[in-house]
Nanobody, 125 residues
Framework: VQLQASGGGLVQAGGSLRLSCVAS????????MGWFRQAPGKEREFVAA????????YYADSAKGRFTISRDKGKNTMYLQINSLKPEDTAVYYC???????????????????WGQGTLVTVSS
C-alpha cells in the first residue's frame, strides 16, 4: 500500500488549500483513510477521516468548520480542503490508511498501518 500526499505550500493567513492523497495497492473497501498533521515541536494530531466503505466522515473537534474532507472513490483519492488558514495550521499534513477500522480507531494515529510522506503547509501571517 502506498499513499502519496500533495498540495501543500506557502499561503497567507485567510487563504485556502486543498490537499490530495492518492492511495494505491488497496484491494477492497474495508479500510479507513485519514488526515493527520504535525506542527513543529508538537505531537501528530488527528484532523479528519473517512470510513471508506460507508463514506462516513469523522472530524476532530478542532477541525470542524474550516476543514472539509472529500473523496473520489473511483480514483482512490482523498482530499482535505482547508479554508481561512491560520498560522497555527502550519504543519506537515499526512494521509494514512487503516485496515478494517472501527470508528474509535480512526481518531488515533497508532492504529494506522500505512502512511504517506507528508506535505508541508506553511501559513504566513
Amino acid at each position: 500500500v502506498q499513499l502519496q500526499a500533495s498540495g501543500g505550500g506557502l499561503v497567507q493567513a485567510g487563504g485556502s488549500l486543498r490537499l490530495s492523497c492518492v492511495a494505491s495497492g488497496l484491494t477492497d473497501d474495508n479500510y479507513g483513510m485519514g488526515w493527520f498533521r504535525q506542527a513543529p515541536g508538537k505531537e501528530r494530531e488527528f484532523v479528519a477521516a473517512y470510513k471508506w466503505s460507508s463514506g462516513n466522515k469523522y472530524y476532530a473537534d478542532s477541525a470542524k468548520g474550516r476543514f472539509t474532507i472529500s473523496r473520489d472513490k473511483g480514483k482512490n483519492t482523498m482530499y482535505l480542503q482547508i479554508n481561512s488558514l491560520k498560522p497555527e495550521d502550519t504543519a506537515v499534513y499526512y494521509c494514512a490508511a487503516i485496515r478494517s477500522p472501527i470508528v474509535s480507531s480512526l481518531y488515533q494515529s497508532l492504529y494506522y498501518q500505512y502512511w504517506g510522506q507528508g506535505t508541508l503547509v506553511t501559513v504566513s501571517s
